[in-house]
């Protein structure tokens, strides 16, 4: 098992908050005024135990968009991840209007969800970092 990298929790809120913003950008909506939660929780270890200090930062947002649009956002947004060396790890499309697209950035290891809301009038927006230790106080 690797040790996590460390880094404190606002600079992980800050990382959350960028990848927000730029999504945010293709849905045409403004990150800051629809963001719902930004903060940490614990990591566990497989086993579902939660060791030392481990934590990761989650950021929910709620981006209002219309219906029709929904399927180009989705299908645009798998595509810039894909042309930034993103792994796609889920592109569905429920019906013709609601879907989801979930991509991974390798490099950093931040997990992107966007999925229409029920009824289709805003996109859910995760956000999510992996496994960081905090520094020593």
């Given amino acids: 098992m690797t040790t996590p990298p460390t880094i404190g929790e606002q600079q992980a809120a800050a990382q959350v908050r960028d990848y927000a913003a730029t999504i945010g950008t293709v849905v045409g909506a403004d990150a800051v005024a629809t963001e719902t939660r930004v ?3 614990p990591c566990e270890t497989s086993s579902g135990e939660i060791t030392g200090n481990p934590f990761y930062v989650q950021g929910n947002w709620q981006m209002p968009l ?3 649009e929904h399927p180009g956002v989705l299908a645009r947004l798998r595509d810039v991840w894909t042309a930034q060396g993103y792994e796609i790890k889920r592109f569905t499309m429920f019906n013709d209007i609601e879907g989801v697209v979930i991509g991974q950035n390798p490099a950093d290891g931040f997990e992107l969800l966007v999925e229409s809301a029920s009824p289709p009038v ?11 230790l905090s520094p020593a106080t």
Wanted: proline share 18%.
């Fill in 39 to 41: 903060g940490p929780a």
């Fill in 66 to 68: 219309p219906a029709a």
């Fill in 122 to 132: 805003a996109v859910a927006v995760i956000v999510m970092t992996p496994c960081y």
